[in-house]
């Protein structure tokens, strides 16, 4: 399948991405099992670029994005464990981005350890907004209208948030809009796992 859908896609884009990269990806665990998409999408970037595939850094949480609505996600945040090298370049890698808080998380643990991550290679970007930064004009309204609120409810700097996280927040009126409907969305989170057999 990645040979078929993104063979070409990576060598076209191949002078844009760094040299002697790590490529990394979530190793993430859906509801419905192991995702071994964005695995095999990292080894062919690694292969097209002459780069490294990273395997040690893993996703020590397991976030069940598949099916969940933008608020959902922003209550589930992905953890990871695993060998960050400082220095060295890493590219993250993913099949699909919606809100694209998993690969922000990721490229946080890659930052707080000394890595440096210089480009995102994803084959469908599915969110509302195809940048991954917020503008700053959205990030100093949320900042004015809610103060440290964001940071309290989710434990993200409003400025550390994605574009499509940024502006799903800012339809919200005020935080306790936000942390009505963060409870309504940990139910229906609930609510879905159960139905699919995933008990907690």
Do not use: W
């Amino acid at each position: 399948m990645i040979a078929d859908t993104a063979l070409d896609f990576l060598i076209q884009i191949k002078d844009k991405l760094p040299d002697n990269a790590i490529f990394v990806a979530p190793h993430a665990r859906e509801a419905t099992g192991d995702n071994a998409i964005p695995q095999v999408l990292s080894a062919a970037c690694a292969m097209v670029t002459q780069g490294q595939v990273e395997t040690d850094i893993v996703q020590i949480t397991r976030v069940f994005h598949t099916g969940a609505d933008p608020m959902e996600r922003m209550g589930l945040r992905a953890q990871f464990d695993g060998n960050v090298i400082p220095g060295a370049r890493y590219v993250l890698v993913d099949d699909v981005t919606n809100m694209g808080g998993t690969l922000a998380e990721l490229a946080d643990y890659l930052l707080a350890r000394g890595g440096l991550v210089l480009a995102v290679v994803v084959l469908v970007n599915a969110g509302r907004n195809k940048h991954f930064l917020p503008s700053k004009s959205v990030i100093r309204t949320l900042e004015g209208r809610y103060g440290n609120e964001i940071t309290e409810i989710f434990g993200i700097a409003p400025s550390a948030l994605t574009a499509n996280e940024a502006n799903y927040l800012i339809g919200f009126k005020t935080a306790d809009e936000i942390r009505n409907r963060l409870a309504k969305a940990r139910k229906e989170t609930s609510l879905r796992l159960r139905s699919k057999g995933i008990g907690g």
